[in-house]
Each structure stands twice: as structure tokens, then as C-alpha cells.
């Protein structure tokens, strides 16, 4: 059964930086071959597609946090990293990680077939 477990939310000063990790386990091919999504979602708001990872290309990433997230998948780990700078209020929300896109819109939440719990990144002013 595929898990994935995100960690390294937090509080963080408007301005600085978090680096989140999605640990991927049970997966049945490599995890580089994987499609991915990292996604967020604040009080009130719809999830937010922020970040795509396609097998072997460049992420794509939201207008609203291109240039200042990086997201990167290194071939030694079963680990989907999501490195924020420059953070902003706008930017607290829960943030997820998802796997195996199904098609049709990478930002639509419904096309990923697993999720894990979320964690919190709360930017202060």
C-alpha cells in the first residue's frame, strides 16, 4: 500500500524559509517514474495545486509561488522535497504531498490517488 508522510512544517517569520519532506513507501516501481503533486490548502479556501512532478522533466510550479519554490525528488531516497523561500502570510496553509496522477489537470486535487496527512506551515507577519 502506497504511503506518503510529509514533516518539516512549522512557524515560520514572513521572509524565511522551510524545507518539507514527502516520504514515499510502498510504491511498486521507483519513485523517480512517479508522477507527483505538492498542494496546499488554507482555512476556508480550495486545495491549491503549487507543484507538479513529472517523471524525468522539470516541475512546474503555480504562479504564486514560482521563484520561490523549489521542489526536487534526488534518486537515493523515496523523498519528494519542497524548499520554500521568501515566505509570505499568503503562504500559511496545511501542505500536502500526493502521487499517481490520474490525467486531465495537474492542479485538480481529485486526479491524485494518494495523499498524505498534511502538515502545517504558518508564516507570521
Known amino acids: 500500500q502506497v504511503q506518503l508522510v510529509e514533516s518539516g512544517g512549522g512557524p515560520v517569520q514572513a521572509g524565511g524559509s522551510l524545507r518539507l519532506s514527502c516520504a514515499v513507501s510502498g510504491l511498486s516501481a521507483s519513485l523517480k517514474t512517479v508522477s507527483m503533486g505538492w498542494f496546499r490548502q488554507a482555512p476556508g479556501k480550495e486545495r491549491e495545486g503549487i507543484v507538479f512532478?513529472?517523471?524525468?522533466?522539470?516541475?512546474t510550479y503555480a504562479d504564486s509561488v514560482k521563484g520561490r519554490f523549489t521542489c526536487s525528488r534526488p534518486d537515493v531516497k523515496n523523498t519528494v522535497y519542497l524548499t520554500m523561500n521568501n515566505l509570505k502570510p499568503e503562504d500559511t496553509a496545511v501542505y500536502y504531498c500526493?502521487?499517481?496522477?490520474?490525467?486531465?489537470?495537474?492542479?485538480?486535487?481529485?486526479?491524485?490517488?494518494?495523499w498524505g496527512q498534511g502538515t502545517q506551515v504558518t508564516v507570521s507577519s
Open positions: 500526493a502521487a499517481y496522477f490520474e490525467g486531465g489537470l495537474w492542479y485538480d486535487w481529485t486526479k491524485f490517488r494518494y
Open positions: 512532478l513529472e517523471p524525468f522533466t522539470n516541475p
